[in-house]
């Protein structure tokens, strides 16, 4: 009995572990089963907030945690900021650069370790193209400059000040004059912030440039003559980039064939045949021509009102000078080489002998002959006597013989052909016009004569052998001191003692305006003259030969056309 009873015992205790091992498992599936449905509508709730069930689809969606995440990366970022100066990126890649007190400055060139670079407005490091004050900047990824360039089309939104194309400093501001011109290039002046006094910038010695083409760096300005056309009458200083002190006369050289450039804390960075150069150093300008030593000058009187003295090599004589010497005559020059007056001789100084034109009166009307002067101080007449006045006495060393100007009792005005034995003869080629001539150069066998008259002043070219004699060559007699009258070939002067024409200096340091002459020997005679008003010409006011001859040494004549 107490068997059965333990074994009924064990029975149910089996029973009852069954049933509770089917519970836990039951409780344990439902357990799963409501984790699954918990997760499966937490990620329905999330994706339906996001914008979608990203793991899903394939996209990425932006967790709440990965926001906080960026945000806490961000204050990192700023928090990391470097405050060192130098150059900088900042969260987004951009460079940037920090100075000495950790400021981000703008507008600013900055050059560093043989590199160009600069800083936009925003304060951030430039790229890729950019226009500033007349130059064209290219710029690397990496802020840069690759290259520069004149900026030909550049225009300011407005002049300051109204100076054209100026540049300043605190202490001094330098522009452009518009009114004058040199071929494409305009003169450079300056003045003073605390004078109104405005000087030109080489005194003397001008300088022009381009527009938009100067800069200034310490008290030294620098400017870039750039012209891609074939305008510049100053072509020898074209794309040279110089440097000038101010109050200097005497400018620098920094290098030819440039095609832009920027200075920046005294290094000077430009670009020449395509290259990018950088230098600190410039060498006293060698390009500029010693006028001085040039022998070979001619004139153009294209324009027709206006006479400008050319090196035989094309280059306008660019010094404003009031006694330059060119061969046989002395100029007063503009600054573009513009003949504003020929200083008058009253001599000439070949072969041994002084040349000059003895001038009296007789009978209340003027009268001249020609006079030499030997080395010992003895003067003989050589000419005939003959009406009018005479003075600016030239040597023509292609005909060996003198030019003169002269007026005769009626007023009007000629040039004359003197030879060296005392034949006087007048040119013809003015066309018998009105207006008195003055004698500017000799090329070629032709006198450059400006012809003032009421109707204009204008430029004339006449040939010097188109001539009709005034008076014959006479023995050699000497003129004495004193009132005697000399008889001179038939002919008679008053009893007053002959006097010289006044002489006019020429500034050039020479005495009496006395014009010495070193060249080849003349000839003989100097030459038959032509019989007759016009003989054997095609008519008076012949059409002149070529109007650009080369002077040679001296002032004769090295090419051009023939005598017409």
Known sequence: MANKRTTNSRRRQSRQKKQKAMTDALKLIMALALIAVAVIVVLFVRGEMGGGLGFLSGSSGSSESETIDAEAESDLSEAEEPVSPGFNRDEEGRLYYLDEEGE??????????????????????????????????TFSEEGEVSSIQYDQSYRPSEETEGYYSMVRTPRVLVYLDQEQRLGSFYLIRYRRTTEDTAYDLGGGSKQYTS????????????YLPYTDTEESEDSYTNKNLYRMELGASVRE???????GYRVVDGEIYYQSKGRLH????????????????????????????????????????TLQQEAFK???????LAADGEILSVAEKTTVNTGGYTYSIEGDDAFGRAISRVARTDSEGKKEIISSEFDGSCGNLHYDFETGSMLAEYTDTSGKSRILRITKDGDVDYLIDDGGGDGRLLLYGIQD???????????????????????????????????????????????????????????????????????????????????????GPGAGLSGPGQAPTETLDVLGPGGAIAGGAPPG
């Open 104 to 137: 981000r400055p703008s507008d600013l060139w900055i050059s560093r370790a043989g590199s160009l670079y600069y800083i936009d407005e925003n304060g951030f490091v430039q790229t890729g193209e950019l226009s500033y004050e007349g130059m064209l900047f």
């Open 211 to 222: 527009p938009y083409s100067m800069q200034i760096d310490g008290d030294k300005v620098y």
């Open 445 to 531: 066998s032709s006198v450059i004569c400006k012809k003032l008259s009421e109707a204009g002043d204008s430029f004339v070219e006449l040939r010097i052998r188109a001539s009709v004699p005034l008076a014959l060559a006479v023995e050699p007699m000497e003129l004495t001191e004193g009132g005697d009258v000399i008889d001179i070939g038939g002919g008679s002067q008053s009893g007053s003692q002959a006097q010289d024409i006044e002489a006019i200096g020429t500034g050039n340091g020479s005495s009496g305006g006395v014009q010495s002459i070193d060249g080849p020997p003349s000839e003989s005679g100097g030459g038959a003259s032509v019989e």
């Open 253 to 259: 050289l920094v290098a030819e064939d440039v095609e």
């Open 278 to 317: 950088v230098t600190n150093r410039a060498g006293v300008d060698t390009t500029v021509p010693d006028f001085s030593q040039v022998e070979d000058f001619r004139l153009d009187i294209s324009s027709g009102d206006r006479a400008y003295l050319y090196t035989a090599d094309g280059r306008a004589v």
């Open 326 to 332: 060119a061969g046989n005559f002395t100029y007063e």
